[in-house]
């Protein structure tokens, strides 16, 4: 099993800034994508932003230019630094890799169970 935690969700005014952090643990044999992923009241969950162990990644384009992926792959690490927050921003932030458990395994999605973000206005 893998278990993922999220942590630096918190209040902010708007055009501050945050970072999330998430750690990936337990029975890990690798990790393929890492990304976030945020749910506002009332609403989906949407994507924020993906970042593959090769390098790629992927934004949401509501948070291009403000938001930044970034990881750590030797300690199974994935960050999100978030720039000019807007009250939009309001959500909780959902970490989430794919990982698998063992070399016969196949990738599968694990999710962290989130990390607030509210931003005033």
């Known amino acids: 099993q893998v278990h993922l935690v999220e942590s630096g969700g918190g209040l902010v005014q708007a055009g501050g800034s945050l970072n999330l952090s998430c750690v990936a643990s337990?029975?890990?044999?690798?990790?393929?994508?890492m990304g976030w992923y945020r749910q506002a009241p009332g609403k989906q969950r949407e994507l924020v932003a993906t970042?593959?162990?090769?390098?790629?990644?992927n934004y949401a384009d509501s948070v291009k230019g403000r938001f930044t992926i970034s990881r750590d792959n030797v300690e199974n690490m994935v960050y999100l630094q978030m720039n000019s927050l807007k009250p939009e921003d309001t959500a909780v932030y959902y970490c989430?890799?794919?990982?698998?458990?063992?070399?016969?395994?196949?990738?599968?999605?694990?999710w962290g169970q989130g990390t607030r973000v509210t931003v005033s206005s």
């Open positions: 970042l593959t162990s090769r390098g790629s990644t």
């Open positions: 337990g029975n890990i044999f690798s990790i393929n994508a």
């Open positions: 989430t890799a794919g990982a698998k458990t063992w070399l016969g395994s196949s990738y599968r999605d694990y």
